[in-house]
C-alpha cells in the first residue's frame, strides 16, 4: 500500500537523492496515480513515530547503510523532516503488510 502524507509505523520511507537521480512526470500517471517515475540513488528506512504537525513533520525512523561515528556504515535510529532535507527528498512511504478490513 502507498501512501503519500502520513506514514503509520513500521511504513518503509523511500527517498530518493536529487543530485544522483532523476525524476519525470507522466502523462497520463500510471494507474491512475503514479505521477512520477524515479530512476537513480536512493534510501529507505522504517517509520517508528511520526509527527503530523505541519510546522514540524518530522519522524524517526530506523536506518541502515548510515554513518555511526568513525564507522562507514552502521544501523541508526534517525531523526528527519519529511520534507527536502540535505540531498534527500521524500518519495512516500509503503506499508508492507496493510491491515485487512
Known amino acids: 500500500q502507498i501512501v503519500k502524507n502520513y506514514p503509520a509505523r513500521g511504513a518503509i520511507a523511500i527517498w530518493r537523492h536529487p543530485n544522483t ?3 519525470t512526470k507522466r502523462n497520463p500517471p500510471v ?3 503514479r505521477k512520477y517515475k524515479y530512476e537513480g540513488a536512493g534510501h529507505t528506512g522504517f517509520v517508528t513515530e511520526f509527527d503530523p504537525d505541519i510546522a514540524k513533520q518530522t519522524m524517526k525512523t530506523i536506518e541502515g547503510n548510515t554513518p555511526t561515528g568513525f564507522l562507514k556504515d ?3 535510529i ?3 523532516n519529511k520534507k527536502a532535507e540535505g540531498d534527500f ?3 512516500g512511504f509503503l506499508i508492507p503488510f496493510p491491515k485487512k478490513q
Open 78 to 80: 534517525v531523526t528527519r
Open 21 to 23: 537521480s532523476t525524476k
Open 31 to 33: 494507474d491512475g496515480f
Open 89 to 91: 527528498e521524500v518519495v
Open 74 to 76: 552502521g544501523v541508526k
